[in-house]
């Protein structure tokens, strides 16, 4: 059971990082729950691998500190640190059968046989994995094998965390939502910190309580699924999250707002204000297909443009628009009227996200 | 649902047949021909049947050079095998250490058999060679043409010095197969090197072991050149191998039927140890 603290940590694999570029991890500083379940969502090559490594102990960081219940633990091996780890690929003993997978690291710990015994076959059960116990672990399919490997981590008493790499990747996609609940489950009856990474952010929504959307080397941000949704605090997260990504336009400043192409924009008079006290030229506004607003006939704060193309998803259509030459999506429900080659497109006010150096601002009022 | 027949299919395995019949259906058939028939000249033949097997079953210089080449092989195994597992496992796995090893390893493999047993001809004189010299100078009396034990121990230390590499290197293939992620789960579960060793890097290393084990066998079982050039076979008989005994009987006496009779029983024992090798090796863990 432990609170995960990652004090101002930083990682290079070079040796004299001389500029922000040669950081595989910039400095951050999170403290994560006893008890919670997170996601470590980013595309591939972000640094997430490497936090996750970094967390076990397989590495240990250029800069800063890991605090697991407020003790320093960058010196530990993953064995001291008393943590577990599913990897990619399911790592199991091939020799052994299932039974003796499950023991293996308490017979490495010298546990008494008849404890041993008790303890493999509670976690057994809770695995589902009762039947084949006495089978050889090498004949296990690929999701079998991936709760042998999480039952190694939930067999011991004294686990502290259970680090997921990407753990579904090779089990089959009619598979991976049963396991993902089993995660769940095993979540709930365990109390264990869980840390999950993964590049799928389906998979990191239902399985955490938290998403730390990494990017770069940082944690862009961190927070609920649906924060990550509303409120994307980085042009990435609005980017990275949702599908299709958040619509992103390039503006200028205006008396009342901000503009592009002539188009006017009006902004809240909180962010307005904001924007009259920076200097910088990098703005955009941001909003999420889901909220654009489409109609068929002209409103009033209502755009002008082009249908380009529908895409028909089943429950729902994507439609792309071309508002002044910039390639806008919308998301419309079944029920929704669909507009033919020209379309009105608002942007209501609460969903209208500034960025200003791709970083989201918000006024006072919320 | 029936099948089509179709056995213009047959013409097309044709080339094959021709090429196997030729390079080893014909030859076979011509020693099978050989070791049932006595033949005095061209002309002159006679069919015999299984008496040169009778006979070649009972010869003592064969049975004593089977038993020989038995106690050969394996002491060449147990040497080899694991000795060519802790050398793979104490190998570096990356940098210029790595490429120095591989190409130190790979040297003496590239010998030529006749040159390995020259090599340690002079190697181990008393006389002029840095090994026999330093065993005398140090007070071992060791003289490998004159004491059988010498010329044993010499003969075996020639076969590990020339192909332990060759297990080494096929170990050390495998151990680099194993992924990293591997060891991490171990040092998680807390794994001790021991158990590290046996549960995942020998079951990992169980496949190329079996062929390590089996070139190493028919290699050994079929070992000429070198003891032939290191000790004639001598002293006495003490160092002659199965082939060198079949050579003397087929070229040097002539006998040709008995040899070829010698050839064939020779071919099924070792068709016979490895297959025996491979099946219990493939099995072991279906065994459970």
Known sequence: MAEIHLKTLAHSYSANPQSDTEYAIREMDHVWDQGGAYALLGPSGCGKSTLLNIISGLLSPSEGEVLFDGQRVNELSPAERNIAQVFQFPVI?????????????????????????????????????????????????????????????LVRDDVSAILFDEPLTVIDPHLKWKLRRKLKQIHEQFNLTMVYVTHDQLEAATFADKIALMYGGQIVQFGTPRELFEKPNHTFVGYFIGSPGMNFIEVKRSESGVEFDGLKVSLDEGLQDFL???????LKIGIRPEFVHVSVESITGSYECAVTHVEDLGTYKIVTLDLKGRSLKARLDEDQQVPEHKAYVSFPKQWLKLYVDEYLVEGDSE | MNKVENNKAWFLVLPVVLLVAFSAVVPLMTVVNYSV?????????????????????????????????????????????????????????????????????????LIPLNVVGTIWQVFG????????????????????????????????????????????????SGLRAIPDAYYQAASIDRASGWAIFRYIQLPKLQSVLVIGVLLRFMDSFMIYTEPF?????????????????????????????????????????VLLVSWLFFTTISHLDKAK
């Not at chain 2, 000249?41 to 009972?58: H, K, M, S």
């Not at chain 2, 496992?89 to 003496?108: D, E, N």
């Not at chain 2, 100078?137 to 230390?157: E, K, R």
């Not at chain 2, 050579?247 to 040097?252: D, L, S």
Request: proline share 4%; net charge negative; aromatic share 12%.
């Open chain 1, 93 to 153: 003993y091939d020799s052994m059968t299932v039974f003796d997978n499950l023991a293996f690291p308490l017979r490495n710990m010298k546990v008494r046989e008849s404890k041993v015994q008790k303890k493999v076959l509670e976690i057994a059960e809770i695995l589902e994995l009762q039947d084949v116990l006495k089978n050889k672990a090498k004949n296990l399919t690929a999701d079998e094998k991936q709760k042998v490997s999480m039952g190694r981590g």
């Open chain 2, 37 to 109: 028939q006595d033949i005095f000249d061209v002309n002159t033949a006679y069919f015999v049947g299984a008496e040169w097997y009778r006979e070649i079953l009972q010869d003592p210089r064969l049975q004593d050079s089977l038993v020989r080449q038995f106690i050969f092989s394996f002491f060449v195994l147990l040497i080899e095998i694991p000795l060519g597992i802790a050398v793979a496992l104490m190998m570096p796995t990356k940098g210029r250490g790595a490429s120095l090893c591989l190409i130190l390893l790979a040297i003496p493999l």
């Open chain 1, 276 to 282: 009259e006290q920076i200097p910088s030229s990098n």
């Open chain 2, 229 to 269: 050039v290191l000790t004639g076979g001598g002293p006495g008989n003490s160092t002659t191998f199965l082939s060198q005994t079949l050579t003397q009987m087929a070229i040097g006496q002539f006998d040709v039927g008995p040899a070829a009779a010698f050839s064939l029983i020779y071919f099924l024992i």
């Open chain 2, 125 to 172: 004189r008393t006389d002029i060679g840095l090994f026999g010299w330093a065993l005398t100078s140090i007070g071992i009396d060791y003289n490998y043409a004159s004491n059988p034990i010498d010329a044993w121990f010499t003969v075996l230390l020639m076969d590990v010095w020339h192909w332990t590499s060759l297990v080494a290197l096929l170990c050390y």
